[in-house]
C-alpha cells in the first residue's frame, strides 16, 4: 500500500495548482462580486473551463473513461490529490468539470444508462454543457435510510409517473441544470432494498416545481439545495435508469467515490484555513505578543496539521481501497472517513476563525463559508451517526461475542 505520488500525479498536481493561481484565486472576488450582484453562472466560467480542457484538466475523476469521451482517466487515489487543491476554492472544481453532483450523476450515468441516455445526458455532461442533480433526500422521512423514501414512481402504460417530494437538492437553482435523477418506489411490497428504483425527470418536465432555495445555515448557495415538488410528473418508460428495484443498490455505487472527493476537497478547505492561520498567528499581536507566542494557539496549529495529514492518509487509503479491492469491499473505509473528515475541516476552521477574531466571522476570510460547508457535509451522503452504525455492525461482525468464552488476555485476580 504505497501512498507516494507518482512523477504522473506530481505532474498534474504541479499543473493544477499553477491553473489554480493563475486563473482562479485572482478571480475569487469577482466571483463573489458577481453572485452578490445576482450574475449566476458567472461570466468566467465557461472562458476557464474552456482553458482548463485545453490544458488536459478536464474530467479527472473518472477511471473509467472510453477512448472517446473527454477527460484524463485517473484512478481514485490519483485523483484524490488534485481534489484537495481544488478543494481550496469553493468553486473551483466546476472549472474542471469535476464538481458534486454532476461527478456522480455522471459515475452512474456512465454505469447503468442505455446508449440513448448516454448520447442524450453523459455527453454532454461530461463536455460540461449542462448540469444535473441527484434527488433522493425528501423532507417528511429519515432520508439517511433510503428506505423510508416515499416518491413514488408508478407504471402507467409506456410512462412512469412520479408523485413526490424532495429537499436538499443540490444544483437544482443552476441554470443549466436540465436533469434530476429522481429516486423512489416502483414496488412497495418488494423487499426492503428492492422497492427502490431512479429514473431520469428533465428539468423542464410539467409537474416538476422548484419550491425553494433552502439556505444552509442562513447561506443561500446560487446553485441551490433545493426543495422541489414531483406532482403527477410523466416521462417514458426509457427514462428508467437500470432495472426496476435497483435504485438501492446504483446509490451505493455512486456514493462510495463520491464520498472521496468531498473528503479531499475538504481536506484541501482545511489545508487552507491552517495556512492562514498560521500567517495571522505571526502577524498579529496581542498583550506584547505575537498570537503565535500565546500556548493556546500554537496549540491549535499543532492539532490543526496533525488531524488534517491523519485524515489525509486515511482518505488516500480509502481511495486506494476502491480502486483495488472495489467500494463494497472497501465500505468500512469510506464510512470512516465520512465520519471524521468533515469533523476535521470544520475543527481547523473554526480554530482559524477564533484566531482571526471577528474578522473570522465575515467575508473578508474564507473561513465562515468554508465552515458552513464543512457542517452541511456532516449530513451529506449520510450523517455522521449513520456511518457510525454501519461502522460499529461491521467492526462487531469481525469480532463476535462467544459466550462462555475468556479472552486470554483478561487475568482477573479471583
Not at 272 to 300: D, I, N, S
Request: glycine letters at 6%; charged letters at 25%; aromatic letters at 8%.
Amino acid at each position: 500500500m504505497d501512498f507516494a505520488y507518482s512523477p504522473k500525479v506530481e505532474a498534474l498536481r504541479t499543473q493544477v495548482r499553477a491553473f489554480m493561481d493563475t486563473h482562479i484565486v485572482p478571480r475569487i472576488r469577482q466571483w463573489h462580486d458577481e453572485v452578490s450582484a445576482g450574475q449566476y453562472p458567472v461570466s468566467f466560467m465557461e472562458t476557464l473551463k474552456d482553458k482548463a480542457r485545453e490544458e488536459g484538466l478536464w474530467n479527472l475523476f473518472l477511471p473509467h473513461l472510453r477512448d472517446d469521451e473527454p477527460g484524463t482517466r485517473l484512478t481514485n487515489l490519483e485523483y484524490a490529490p488534485l481534489a484537495e487543491i481544488m478543494g481550496r476554492v469553493s468553486w473551483a472544481s466546476e472549472v474542471f468539470n469535476c464538481n458534486a453532483p454532476d461527478t456522480g450523476n455522471m459515475e452512474l450515468l456512465h454505469m447503468f444508462a442505455t446508449p440513448a441516455q448516454r448520447e442524450k445526458w453523459l455527453k454532454p455532461l461530461l463536455d460540461g454543457k449542462i448540469r444535473s442533480a441527484f434527488a433522493m433526500t425528501e423532507p417528511a422521512v429519515a432520508s439517511s435510510d433510503a428506505t423510508n423514501i416515499t416518491t413514488s414512481i408508478r407504471r402507467d402504460g409506456d410512462d412512469y409517473v412520479i408523485d413526490g417530494r424532495k429537499w436538499f437538492i443540490t444544483n437544482a437553482a443552476h441554470p443549466n441544470c436540465q436533469i434530476f435523477i429522481v429516486m423512489g418506489k416502483t414496488d412497495p411490497d418488494a423487499p426492503s432494498h428492492s422497492q427502490q428504483s431512479m429514473i431520469l425527470v428533465p428539468r423542464d418536465t410539467p409537474g416538476v416545481k422548484v419550491i425553494r432555495n433552502i439556505p444552509v445555515v442562513n447561506h443561500v448557495a446560487p446553485e441551490g439545495h433545493c426543495e422541489i415538488e414531483f406532482k403527477n410528473v410523466r416521462v417514458p418508460r426509457s427514462n428508467l435508469l437500470g432495472e426496476e428495484g435497483s435504485g438501492f443498490a446504483l446509490a451505493q455505487a455512486r456514493l462510495g467515490p463520491g464520498r472521496i472527493h468531498h473528503c479531499m476537497r475538504s481536506i484541501g478547505a482545511a489545508e487552507l484555513a491552517l495556512e492562514l492561520m498560521v500567517e495571522r498567528a505571526q502577524a498579529r499581536t496581542a498583550f506584547g505578543k505575537t498570537l503565535f507566542e500565546h500556548g493556546t494557539v500554537a496549540e491549535w496549529i499543532a492539532k490543526s496539521r496533525i488531524e488534517i495529514d491523519q485524515a489525509r492518509l486515511f482518505v488516500l487509503k480509502a481511495a486506494w481501497m476502491i480502486d483495488n479491492v472495489g467500494a463494497k469491499d472497501a465500505r468500512k473505509e469510506i464510512s470512516m472517513i465520512k465520519a471524521l473528515v468533515p469533523t476535521v475541516h470544520t475543527a481547523v476552521c473554526e480554530r482559524a476563525m477564533q484566531v482571526f477574531g471577528a474578522m473570522g466571522l465575515s467575508p473578508d476570510t474564507p473561513l465562515a463559508d468554508s465552515w458552513t460547508w464543512g457542517r452541511a457535509l456532516r449530513f451529506a451522503d449520510g450523517p455522521d451517526e449513520v456511518h457510525l452504525q454501519s461502522i460499529a455492525r461491521m467492526e462487531l461482525k469481525t469480532q463476535p461475542y462467544a459466550p462462555g468464552k475468556d479472552n486470554p488476555y483478561l487475568t482477573p485476580s479471583v
